[in-house]
């Protein structure tokens, strides 16, 4: 572990070029985080579930990332590397051997540190591809209840060990359409969300990579975060969603300064798939 006299942080959420959006080699990761006083990293590149998806392929990245991460435990930077896995599954039930499959294959190779479990597409559709410049009030609220119910579907069978950037849809709605969408329209479903991670002991992940972007704010936002303390939450994770090294640890200064006003005084990462506390 880095001994920087800064305070420990971890970064739960980091893909690298065994995701398909990234080319970062995990050694330039280490770099990275090693600049950035960064003493633990968690390697979850994506595993996103359909009915189509070829699990033969899926399983050939995770053996391939698996080792990669093995093989450079002992990177010369010094930091904690973790195996992860952001397992996407989305609006595809009740076809739920799909995590049946999942359990049996992808969840069993190497030595899987952490599990973050997250919805990028409800149905066979991209939340990033829908036009909400073209939809209603109404219909804009259906898909972030669809969403909300994919996310549920996601929690429960999938079993996660951290609910990765709830509220996704809300970057291109309200950030790039720019669509207003006051979040406590969703609060029933949020609050339903938020008090199923806590009965189970899921944590909530606090992801930085909006921050910056045309849709300036944590993934969940804010209110959602004091909601989810309000109601008792106590698991919280830190993660970047970085795709390139530079973006590691993006936002997490001024966060963690932030969740010092809110009197948080701890934050979890994720080994062996058990919660490891930090202080911040
Ligand atoms: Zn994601
Ligand atoms: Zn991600």
Redesign the pocket.
Known sequence: MIQTGEAFLADT?V?SRFSHDSEARILDICKAAREKHIGAVCI?D?ADIKPHTDMEEQLRIRKDVALTVAKEKENPDGVELLLGI?LACGGFYPQNDIFDRVADTLLTVGSLDCVIG?VHSVGAISTARNNYAQMNKGELLGCMDRYFDAVLAMLEYGQPDVL??LTYPLRYINGKFERGLNWQDLEPKIKQILSWIIDKHIALEINTSCLGTYYDALMPDKDILRLYRQMGGTLLTLGS?AHKPENLAKGFQQTVAWLKTQNVTQLQYVKNRQFHPYQI
């Open positions: 959420h893909h979850t994506h952001e997250s990765a950037h969603d």
